[in-house]
């Protein structure tokens, strides 16, 4: 009998998860777990070691880190108060929190070189559009304390790498180097003055950028500015001469490697740090939002932040928009999660007493790496039975008030319906071998 006093459930409003943060459910895990396998043995091939930093950080890492005049800083942050006097940001991405720990634990002190790598979720409050989340998850590698342009490159063919090995086809390399503090001041005088004709039909966020961070306005998404961006001069002739080695040390190394890219002059950065090469892999079957990885170098980053001057680059590939590319590519043509997982053995309990029996005996063949379950909702044998034929089980272990009484068990094979009396003891074996070889 149920107790009077029991209270009615209260009557939520429907709770769905936070605009812009997706679920991932059971049966899309399958190629989640794919992509991040592929990715930590690629990215370990090449000795990267993971890091995990935390989801939120003192918002000056960001503020500092990212320079403020991007979109990111101005608008997408998930800025707190703490209640303890700081500010602290949800991280909009996690280079900086890498660095942050490089700088923190003086990881440059054991060795300089570090070749580091993540895998998490980032949190932008971006305007709700196809392809963006709020809540999304990057995986990413950065190798720290090096100038070396051919670190750049091995960082492009870790990614390439990656979307090689998940058989993704169609993606493409797009190249281009911005410079660095040296080479960018008069490409940015000569820009302004260009864009200035063009002032009129510029977007509104483009004319602001003008007077903040002119690169960026190559970078605009908007038709318009496009048309416009496309008329100005490429930076190629403004590059200082370390700049211009660099730069082609890295094309000739991409070349050797047989890794192919194209140029893209008007290839911008939408965080503030980077230097000299910058690059992004596009699936263009993707749309409007096609990049699926981005990087570059950030030499000045570190020093930013407290550390010594520390050349670096690396990359952050975007979970949800290499799902949506992995599952273009491979439509129906790889197994995807059959839903439930599968099941080596299924315990059926007869009568009473026999569930606990159950689940005595599941406890102990998990222990010894066999895959089991039972039925936790007290439905009938049959009921039982449909469900060990729904997991596909290859075994099934009866118990009834029988076995129970003499302490044993009955295995079932069921592909040729063969059955067993066994103890307790025999179970883990016989479950294993060929039912052939029973006797
Ligand atoms: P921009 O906004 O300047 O075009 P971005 O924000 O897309 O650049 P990064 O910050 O370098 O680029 O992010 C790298 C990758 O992470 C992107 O190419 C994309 O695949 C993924 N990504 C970034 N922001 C989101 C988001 N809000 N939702 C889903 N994926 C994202
Ligand atoms: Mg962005």
Partial sequence: MGDVNEE????YPNLRAPRGMEDVLPHQWHLWRRLEEVAREIFELSGYHEVRTPVFEDTRLFVRGIGDTTDIVEK??????????????????N???????????ELYKTQKFQKLYYIGAQ??????????????????????GSMDPLADVETISVATQVYDRLCLADYDVKLNTIGCEECRPPYRKVLKDKLARYKKDLCKLCLARI????????????????????????????????????????????????????LDPFLARGLDYYTKTVYEIILPSLGARSAICAGGRYDNLISEIGGPPTGAVGFAMGMESSMLALERAYQDKVPVDEGEPLTQVYLVSIGENTHRECFKI????????????????????KAQMRTANKRRARRVIVI????????????KDMETGKEKLLTEDQIAVYSQVDAANWD
């Fill in 8 to 11: 009615k459930p209260k009557k």
């Fill in 76 to 93: 997408e942050m998930y800025t707190f108060a703490d209640g303890e006097g700081s500010s602290i940001t949800l991280r909009p991405e």
């Fill in 95 to 105: 280079t900086a929190g890498v660095m942050r720990a490089y700088v923190e634990y």
């Fill in 123 to 144: 949190f932008r409050k971006e305007r709700p559009q196809a392809g963006r989340l709020r809540q999304f998850h990057q995986m990413g590698i950065e190798a720290v």
């Fill in 211 to 262: 007077g903040r961070n002119v690169f960026r306005v190559l970078d605009c998404k908007e038709d318009g500015c496009r048309e416009i961006a496309r008329k100005m001069p490429a930076i190629y002739d403004y590059l200082c001469k370390g700049c211009k080695d660099h730069f082609e040390v890295v094309k000739e190394a991409l070349s050797d490697i047989n890794i192919h890219y194209d």
């Fill in 362 to 381: 599941a406890q102990r063949l998990r222990a010894q790496g066999i895959s089991c379950d039972l039925d936790y909702e007290d439905r009938s044998p």
């Fill in 400 to 411: 009834g008030p029988d076995e129970l009484a003499q302490g044993q068990v009955k295995l």
